[in-house]
């Protein structure tokens, strides 16, 4: 499965706090055989976020959104997911209830607000603080706590999702090389391999490896990965490259 991941925070955009979940939310998706096929960094703006919404509603995108579901002025994801779908943002009672459970009376007039969900929605249950975050058409609304977000995001990969096979990633380095002097070979690749994702990153060296160099990256299933590894790694003997795994 694959999934977008939204970030939501003038916080992070403005450099106040750095962003946790990008790394985090990866393994997690990783280890239980899915893929992050993209990620948008987005700010505390209703409008931006009930479009970004659209497009992801109008693609049937899965998507993970992470911040903005609290009871603050600028908080507004739960209320753009509802505008985006176009329908109404009301209380749901379960929510509601897990809510005053922990807090009484102090859950009025403002933390209530945070059990109105999209209509339609249904809980992702918080083990922290209990209040809970929601789905809704395969978008997954966490808070921006990564204590909170994480262990929500694994209980709805391992309810509502079923594992995917893992990928596995094959790395060539091949030193004194120049992207110009390989793109035959890569292009045959890529045709051979529709399956494998590729990449190439040039480098005039690093501490790791000193000099110039091609490191490739080949992602996939692990027979796919290792065929195509085999591949490219004669092709580049053969053009007198040493490549090294």
Known sequence: MEFQLFIVGDE???????????????????DRGHRLSAAHYLPDDRDV???AFQRTLADEAHVISCGGI?????????QALASAASVAL???DEAAG???ARHGEAAHPHRIR??????????IPNPVNQVAGCSFRHHHLLPGFPEMAWPMLEWVLDTHYQPGQR???RSILVPDAREGDLIDEMERLVMRFPEVRFSCLPSFGNERHPGPHLEFTLS?????ADAACDYLCRALLGRDYRPQL
């Open 220 to 224: 996939g299933s692990q027979p796919d």
């Open 98 to 100: 897990l809510i005053v």
């Open 114 to 123: 945070m059990a109105e969900f999209p209509l339609g929605a249904h809980l």
């Open 70 to 78: 609290g009871a603050t002025p600028d908080d507004h994801t739960r």
């Open 90 to 92: 009301e209380l749901n």
């Open 49 to 51: 976020l009930t479009e």
């Open 167 to 169: 990928e596995v990633h």
């Open 12 to 30: 992070i955009l403005e450099g106040r706090r750095q962003d946790k979940h990008f790394a985090a939310m990866l393994a997690r998706l990783a």
